[in-house]
């Protein structure tokens, strides 16, 4: 406010009054756009709470797609044997799901050290304690599956026991791919079934990009290690494919104010930046046979695009009006 | 009730806990002074830490929202309307106008929803449901994974951050269930010099705040209404509200739903995403192989 506008110079006409006087009989300052502070809700404050979730969980998000359907990946190639290609994918399954996935996960809690009660209780209407179990699930079958390969490829055993050995490999394997795909998928159900708007409005959408991105990714990851064969490219054309799709999908279904986080600011460009990543620029990359960097653009818009529907729930969640919006959908 | 003195239910020994009968809190802006004295008392008795202060600039509310360390909330609203039959004076600077104008004090708290989001969503069992009815987070338990911040439709529930004592927690208000076994009153109502905060049997107090709209409506107050959410998901609370003008006004969703109805939808697609990643691996394997 500058001192020369009405109010103020009524406010010092008052001040030279009341040191004069000692009493003012007039009236106040009229204060612009007062004395009803114009704000939406309650003096504009949240009517949710935003998600106190912090670095960990977009790369917890990240890496449990990766090491879930990397999972899938490794079922397809001991199917149609790709020994090599087995064994690559059970080490980045066991790595990024067994090892960097559960301590990502402990990091994020408020009490670590009590990371073990996730266990106390089975509710399969919570998707987060769902989300423990296909964690734990998964990794009871990936560590044993990757342990019982290796003793396959190396021929530890002879005879009738290798014989063994490769079935069981089998189904730990299998258990693995089965829990694998929950896990990239869930964490989509995970933000997709709360009370922040921009999240729950693309709870169907949610699920599918995650599942895809983290396909797309396990896919990348292993061309990038050197599988570069036209099994995992195809995979590469699919995911780059839906994802195209999910980027029309979000640009059309709009819901004005209710998701605006995800349109606008720039939460809305790590979204847009993301989709366009693992969308159109892989798919383009790939018809043109440049797939090192298709892989590479596919990971790291799904890295993008993890951190950036995170920082969409913090935009949404402290937005009065987009709760306010969302009750008509 | 008003004019019970010391018996009203706000000041008698109780035995709901024991009984197994629902109870809940009806807080009543209209006779609410904003003296924040259940603030107070439920910091105190529930050692709940002070989260630091900042001059809000929002009318009297330096208090800011509910959360981790904040279970009691008087809200300020400061509204151009006219307070029932009350006469207000001039504001402007302008002689003649005689704007409308009222100051709304409303005491807010955790819900303890008939169907609760926070509850639902804790993959430990920490939050659960007392014998009287309420929602209680069991703060052993909590591991703090953040959860149920998300999950609460209202914005209650979150998680108390360093250096408080107690960090990394979930908490929100208990109802001072420690208090209701034994046959206490919650420290909030106990406090509540105008008992603008009632405690009791949740059907006595519902009836209770029925009658109160019709007489505030009767005395001018037309837009007095009860915020009590029965018809969405969440299936009504237990502290429920009486207010003037609309919910949105005081921060409360109109429709508040629990995220579970998400659900159904939200795992639909993922279950079809993992068969259509399965399918399509299998494939790419079978036909470039």
């Known amino acids: ?329 | 009730m008003i004019g019970q003195g010391i018996q009203s239910t706000n000041q008698r020994k109780h035995s709901y806990v024991q009984d197994r009968v629902e109870v809940g809190f009806f807080t009543d802006p209209s006779v609410c002074i904003g003296c924040k004295a259940c603030e107070v008392a439920c910091k105190e008795w529930n050692h709940v830490p002070d989260d630091g202060f900042i001059w809000s600039g929002n009318s009297y509310d330096n208090t800011g929202h509910l959360g981790a360390s904040t279970w009691r909330h008087v809200m300020f609203l400061e509204q151009d309307r006219q307070k029932g039959n009350q006469v207000t004076g001039p504001m402007g600077l302008d002689a003649q106008s005689e704007d409308p104008f009222r100051w709304v004090f409303l005491s807010d708290v955790c819900k303890h929803c008939e169907e609760a989001g926070c509850l639902e969503a804790c993959p430990t069992g920490s939050i659960v449901r007392t014998e009287v009815g309420s929602v209680l987070v069991q703060n052993d338990v909590c591991n703090g994974c953040g959860y149920c911040v998300v999950s609460c439709p209202f914005g209650v529930i979150d998680r108390r951050p360093e250096p408080l004592h107690d960090a990394g927690g979930a908490f929100k208000c208990t109802f001072c269930y420690d208090r209701q076994k034994s046959g206490l009153v919650p420290a909030c109502a106990k406090v509540c010099p105008t008992e603008s905060i009632v405690f009791g049997r949740l059907d006595d107090l519902r009836s209770r705040a029925n009658e109160r709209v019709q007489h505030l409506k009767q005395s001018g107050y037309s837009d007095a209404q009860l915020y009590d959410p029965t018809e969405t998901s969440v299936r009504g609370i237990h502290a429920f509200f009486l207010i003037l003008g609309e919910p949105e006004a005081y921060g409360l969703p109109l429709k508040p739903q629990i995220p579970t109805i998400y659900l159904k939808s939200a795992w639909t697609s993922a279950f079809a995403t993992a068969l259509a990643s399965i399918v399509a691996t299998l494939a790419a394997f079978a036909f470039f192989s």
């Open chain 1, 1 to 329: 406010m500058t001192t020369n506008s009405p109010s103020e110079k009524r406010l010092e006409e008052l001040r030279e009054q009341a040191w004069k006087d000692g009493v003012v009989p007039g009236k106040g300052v009229d204060v612009a756009g007062g004395p009803i502070p114009r704000k939406p809700g309650y003096y504009g404050q949240a009517v949710v709470k935003p998600p106190v979730w912090t670095w960990q969980v977009p790369l917890y998000f990240f890496f449990g797609g990766i090491a879930g359907m990397s999972a899938v990946i490794a079922l397809a190639a001991v199917l149609f044997h790709h020994p090599d290609l087995a064994r690559a994918t059970m080490w980045v399954s066991t790595v990024a799901g067994a090892v960097l996935s559960p301590i990502l996960l402990v990091m994020d809690l408020g009490r670590p050290h009590l990371f073990l009660n996730m266990l106390r209780v089975f509710k399969h209407r919570s998707a987060m304690s769902m989300g423990a179990w296909i964690l734990s699930a998964f990794g009871a079958c990936v560590v044993p599956g990757l342990i019982a390969l290796e003793l396959r490829v190396q021929q530890f055993f002879p005879g009738a026991l290798d014989q063994l050995v490769g079935v069981v490999a089998g189904i730990f394997i299998f258990g693995s791919a089965i829990f694998g795909t929950l896990l990239a998928t869930y964490t989509g159900v995970l933000i997709g079934a709360t009370a922040i708007p921009a999240w729950f409005l693309h709870r169907t959408l949610l699920p599918i990009h995650f599942g895809t991105a983290g396909l797309g990714s396990a896919a990348g990851l292993l061309e990038l290690l050197g599988h570069r064969i036209p099994a995992l490219n195809f995979v590469g054309f699919y995911v780059a494919g839906v994802e195209t799709a999910l980027l029309i999908w979000l640009s059309v279904n709009k819901h004005g104010a209710a998701d605006r986080a995800i349109h606008e600011h720039g939460t809305g460009w790590l979204i847009r930046v993301g989709e366009v990543l693992t969308g159109p620029l892989a798919l383009v990359l790939r018809f043109f046979s440049f797939i090192p960097f298709a892989a590479i653009s596919f990971l790291l818009g799904a890295l993008i695009s993890r951190v950036g529907w995170i920082a969409v729930g913090k935009v949404s969640g402290s937005d009065p009006e987009s709760v306010f919006a969302a009750e008509r959908y």
